[in-house]
């Protein structure tokens, strides 16, 4: 990558004044570095070698006119040079600015209810529920369907039962509002909020306890339309361009792919491929670690899937939540796809038992 | 400058990239000098702006296609001289053949050759 040229190395501001360019080149080079929002260091390798190139013009006789009319639009040129500098940052910011901010909100929010439970010895707090409702009213549909299995998995983790209640009313809500839509996306979430849906009646709005017996029925009958032969084709389709993409060589390394790619083989169910997402998308140094845990949540899964009419190994899923969140550095944000990994992959099992077998 | 027929951005953006190291497969060259070859030699097609040659170079450069090493001239200013690397070469080989097939078909078509309509 870029690094800076020898000697002393001047701030932007000193580097255009030694090369006193016309005031028109030197604003397209500001507002091209602006746009590009880069690291200090970066910034000033770019600018010595944009500027260089703007000498170089007018040593050949170019008028300022003629260089500002080659040199592009100065925003669009930041925001490129950005892009070329960190291809893989583009996608992952965007999902990881939502994602970031929905699981920090989500953190306050669980801490607060805790602390509030603690110190006032209630064992509820409707205002964690209310708090839950209105992120998940506030995000895009099928974004916030997606959330969702993780947001009622949170629910459900903080044994807050006021927030479980609200969870299961919402994703009936949202189960509602999505089974008439067509577009794969959508289904995809509707099945997995069937199976987080699923998850929640099991437990029931009072907390942990037995199961109830119409909850899978009702799953069903939410369903009646959904294809999964047809929805694993569209995902294999879009797999297939995630990885094969033109910037696929930037955003995956070769042994990533081999990776996701034999995790994706044992992968039986459409719901199910969705868990190799957040394996595409960990940062490099966590996708050994992640691909690793994955394994041996697929190995549950097998173990699960032999014994169906035993329940979900949820004790052994929260072992590796536990292994997870006793590990090194800032749990929240690294450990953030392993999470999802683990809250899609139970919500699949779930939806397997729902939709993969007859109902009694 | 060279003048001549500039091509549409759609087309630029996908011969952009293999121009810039079908050149840098001659020799090492720096930006100012890789965009002055560009439009000379491709009589004025191919006029690369800030906003297509730098993103481009920093894209190859992140991908190892092309190694970077900076010199200065004499005049005191930057040269940042970009060389093809041996994986830039097989990325260069492999576009040749793509577009040899792509300008076979068009030219099979109709559309490609010279004074083609």
Do not use: C
């Amino acid at each position: 990558m870029i690094t800076g040229g020898g000697g002393p190395a001047p701030d932007l501001d000193g580097l255009l004044r030694a090369a006193a360019l016309p005031p028109e080149l030197a604003d397209a080079v500001r507002r091209t570095l602006r746009s590009a929002g880069l690291s200090p260091e970066e910034r000033l390798a770019v600018a010595r070698e944009l500027v260089a190139h703007l000498e170089d013009g007018l040593a050949d006789g170019l008028l300022p006119d003629e260089l500002l009319a080659t040199f592009g639009d100065p925003e669009l040129a930041g925001r490129l040079i950005h892009d070329a500098r960190s291809p893989w940052s583009v996608r992952a910011t965007r999902i990881g600015v939502r994602v970031g901010g929905i699981a920090a909100a989500l953190f306050v929010v669980l801490y607060a209810g805790a602390a509030a439970r603690l110190y006032s010895g209630s064992p509820e707090r409707p205002t964690a529920a209310a708090t839950l409702h209105a992120l998940a009213a506030a995000a895009e549909q099928e974004h916030r369907a997606l959330d969702w299995v993780w947001t009622a998995e949170t629910a459900l983790a903080s044994g807050d039962t006021i927030a479980s209640a609200e969870a299961e009313r919402h994703a009936r809500a949202l189960l509602d509002s999505l089974v008439d839509r067509a577009e794969p996306v959508v289904r995809l979430a509707a099945v997995l909020v069937a199976g987080e849906l699923m998850a929640l009646e099991r437990r029931g709005p009072g907390g942990p306890g037995p199961a109830r017996p119409a909850g899978p029925d009702a799953a069903r009958a939410r369903l009646p339309e959904i294809d999964l032969d047809a929805l694993g084709t569209w995902l294999d389709d879009y797999l297939a361009r995630v990885y094969a993409g033109p910037d696929a060589e930037g955003r995956l390394t070769a042994a990533g792919l081999r990776t996701v790619r034999a995790l994706k083989g044992s992968v039986g169910s459409a719901p199910r491929a969705l868990l190799l997402e957040p394996v595409y998308f960990a940062a490099p140094a966590l996708r050994r670690d992640v691909a690793r845990r994955a394994g041996r949540l697929l190995a549950l899964a097998a173990e699960a899937r032999e014994r169906p009419d035993d329940p979900v190994p949820m004790d052994a899923f929260e072992t590796e939540l536990s292994e997870i969140a006793s590990g090194p550095g800032p749990v929240g944000a690294r450990y953030y796809p392993l999470a999802l990994v683990m809250s899609r992959l139970r919500a699949a099992l779930e939806a397997e038992r729902v939709l993969g077998r007859p109902g009694p | 400058m060279v003048p001549g027929p500039r091509i549409g951005s759609e087309f630029t953006r996908g011969a952009a990239p293999l121009a810039v190291l079908h050149l840098l497969d001659r020799r090492p060259m720096y930006g100012y000098e890789l965009a002055a070859a560009l439009t000379r030699e491709s009589a004025g097609a191919l006029r690369l702006g800030h906003s297509t040659l730098y993103p481009i170079l920093y894209n190859f450069e992140r991908k190892g296609l092309i190694r970077p090493e900076e010199r200065i001239a004499e005049n005191g200013r930057l040269r940042r001289y970009y060389h093809l690397t041996p994986k830039g070469q097989r990325r260069l080989a492999a576009q040749r053949t793509q577009w040899s097939e792509l300008a076979r078909g068009m030219n099979a078509l109709g559309l490609a050759g010279e004074g083609g309509s």
